[in-house]
């Protein structure tokens, strides 16, 4: 059987990819865990919040549950830790699925959004303004509910960590070494990490052939806004071994 390893974006959880399960591949299950400092994740002690220690860190989980047949399917920031724990090459990995991914260079960040960012640490109302802003497709209550929550428990040294030094990391001349098949899913109306900043800075270093699909309408909440889209094609179809 073949499994989806799941890693969610930044301020979020692995429960952003509930909505997933009943789309996914005939013979294929999700697993979802939550990153340290993230959800009801802890961080380990002496944790760095590197985007190596979240790579190690997922590598030990998947050493943990026995996984020998696995994609991984990185969201936001966890796409930047599933690019670097690609070019590792694990045992065991079949291909990459990336949903609006942190590029493998620094993020284009200016530095007032991220004085902003930092400032808005364990704030509800600028929770909400976050949930507006990385969203374009309306979504029910209850998923803005969960959005604004995972957004409030993530704990304030993994929520400095990302803004001071892991989106800023890069990975560039590691990518090199990925040799499985990718695929690169954006929102049209991304403002979070853009259509251009992807095809600019994402998918010129990735491997050759890798598609780029742009989801109609979407913002960067691509498993709570457009679920359908993950698993579509040709992409569907290749994943079951």
């Not at 009943?22 to 380990?44: Q, R, T, V």
């Not at 600028?126 to 993530?154: C, G, M, W």
Request: charged residues 20%.
């Amino acid at each position: 059987m073949t499994t989806f390893l799941a890693l969610h974006y930044w301020a979020g959880s692995g429960r952003e990819f509930e909505l997933l399960r009943p789309l996914l591949p005939p013979g294929s299950h999700l697993l979802a865990p939550d990153l340290p400092g993230f959800g009801d994740e802890a961080a380990p002690a002496g944790f760095d919040y590197s985007v190596a220690s979240y790579a190690d860190w997922v590598a030990a989980y998947i050493e943990h549950n026995e996984l020998e047949d696995y994609h991984l399917l990185g969201h936001s920031m966890g796409g930047k830790i599933a690019l670097l724990l690609a070019a590792r090459r694990p045992a065991g990995l079949r291909g990459v699925l990336l949903l609006s991914p942190s590029p493998p260079s620094p993020e284009p960040i200016s530095d007032a959004d991220r004085a902003a960012s930092l400032a808005a640490y364990g704030q509800p109302a600028e929770a909400e303004k976050t949930f507006s802003k990385i969203t374009s497709i309306p979504l029910p209550e209850a998923e803005r509910q969960q959005v604004v929550a995972d957004n409030l428990r993530t704990t304030r040294a993994a929520w400095e960590a990302w803004l001071l030094s892991g989106s800023r990391e890069d990975i560039t001349t590691q990518m090199t070494q990925i040799a499985v098949p990718c695929r690169l899913l954006v929102g049209e109306n991304d403002r979070a990490i853009s259509l251009a900043t992807q095809r600019a800075q994402t998918l010129p270093l990735l491997p050759a052939g890798t598609s780029l699909v742009v989801v109609p309408g979407a913002g960067h909440l691509l498993p709570l806004e457009a679920p359908e889209e993950i698993f579509k094609d040709q992409y569907a179809s290749d994943v079951v071994l």
